[in-house]
T-cell receptor
């Protein structure tokens, strides 16, 4: 049974710092992994999607990597800004087509 | 291009009642998924529809059901509501589902906040 873990559950960093969010999964037989952000009381905004055949994806200040063999993905945020404060979620789509989400990392960027 | 829309945005019901939530996907998207989000359990997958067929189902009781129409719009229904059903229900759409080499990203709606009293 696929399990997705995100550590830490919460993180506070000063504005301008680079930071890394972690996502680990137990079953490496996946179709893809997707990173989202969620603002309080809102839906999810897709950030990056990495297919199982890919190693990384980049969008602006965001870079996501995928290492299937070790069951890990990281989301790198460069030059953090207060507007980056949100909860970041990773989701894995397994070969059974079920999508499993981690519990998220609550990020707070200190001005 | 309009995003995923969900109606209603907020709903208050009492135990034992039933509720129907609606989701309109992005134009051209044929796959719709539903999720339940609670503070304790996080985001949990309910079911996924593609071309009016349920393709996948999470581990929820039979009180939770759904359907998809020919225009890809989807509804989910919860019967005999319980206090524990209070949650944010999220709908997501994607272009395709599980087609070889075409696993598309999901786009989420704003959610329906259901409160059961």
């Amino acid at each position: 049974k696929q399990e997705v873990t995100q550590i830490p559950a919460a993180l506070s960093v000063p504005e301008g710092e680079n930071l890394v969010l972690n996502c680990s999964f137990t079953d490496s037989a996946i179709y893809n992994l997707q990173w989202f952000r969620q603002d309080p009381g809102k839906g999810l905004t897709s950030l990056l999607l990495i297919q199982s055949s890919q190693r990384e994806q980049t969008s602006g200040r965001l870079n996501a990597s995928l290492d299937k063999s070790s069951g890990r993905s990281t989301l790198y945020i460069a030059a953090s800004q207060p507007g980056d404060s949100a909860t970041y979620l990773c989701a894995v789509r397994g070969r059974d087509d079920k999508i499993i989400f981690g519990k998220g990392t609550r990020l707070h960027i200190l001005p | 291009k309009a995003g995923v829309t969900q109606t209603p945005r907020y709903l208050i019901k009492t135990r034992g009642q039933q509720v129907t939530l609606s989701c309109s996907p992005i134009s051209g998207h044929r796959s719709v998924s539903w999720y339940q989000q609670t503070p304790g359990q996080g985001l949990q997958f309910l079911f996924e529809y593609f071309s009016e067929t349920q393709r996948n189902k999470g581990n929820f009781p039979g009180r939770f059901s759904g359907r998809q129409f020919s225009n890809s719009r989807s509804e989910m229904n919860v019967s005999t509501l319980e206090l524990g059903d209070s949650a944010l229900y999220l709908c997501a759409s994607s272009l395709a589902l599980g087609l070889a080499g075409m696993i598309h990203e999901q786009f989420f709606g704003p959610g329906t906040r259901l409160t059961v009293l």
